[in-house]
């Protein structure tokens, strides 16, 4: 099962894709961002996310998809500007026919630290040793795609237990 890890946002999109092996393993096949800046126009910025995920999505053709719901306490603007990347980004997954799941920050944390208040770090060193890698993956933004990735298929598994 391949699942593709989305962290939302509008300047920076982390991606990240995740196999699991019939043996239960985890493996990256590949994690990157796909990058705007505040000079471009909102409406070109989210082309570029919606153009360059949709690119992402052919390239390695994944099975499922899993996004990061957004919490924002404080900054409106801020959580407006994420919601907008957020739906194009959901679009692009849903014109791929990709079977969609969303979690929320503190089931992610859960699922890869055991505990749902995890600071960033230890969610980033999680990820790294799920995924055997030698170091943690680069930028922050992918890191936490590949945990949206593995929460994802870690979801899986248990679903179908039931």
């Known amino acids: 099962m391949l699942s593709l890890g989305i962290d939302p ?3 920076t999109v982390g991606y ?17 961002v796909v990058t705007t800046t505040p000079r471009q ?3 070109e910025r989210l082309q570029i996310i919606y153009d360059d995920l949709s690119a992402i999505i052919k390239q390695y053709q994944p099975e499922r998809a899993a ?3 957004l ?24 014109q791929a026919d ?8 503190n089931e992610i944390k ?6 749902g208040g995890a600071k960033k770090a230890q969610i ?14 680069k930028p922050d933004d992918a890191a936490d795609a590949l945990a949206v990735a593995i929460t994802d298929l870690h979801s899986m598994r248990y679903s179908s237990l039931e």
Request: net charge negative.
């Open 67 to 69: 996004v990061e719901e």
């Open 124 to 137: 980033q060193e999680m990820v790294r040793v799920l995924l055997g890698e030698s170091e943690i993956p």
């Open 98 to 105: 990709l079977p969609i799941a969303e979690y929320k920050p």
């Open 16 to 32: 990240g894709l995740v196999r699991e092996a019939t043996d239960g393993a985890l493996h990256t096949v590949a994690y990157g």
């Open 41 to 43: 126009p909102m409406w």
């Open 9 to 11: 946002g509008t300047a």
């Open 71 to 94: 919490f924002f306490a404080k900054n409106v603007t801020t959580a407006i500007t994420v919601a907008q990347g957020r739906g194009v980004i959901l679009l692009a997954l849903a």
């Open 110 to 115: 859960q699922a890869i630290t055991g505990y």
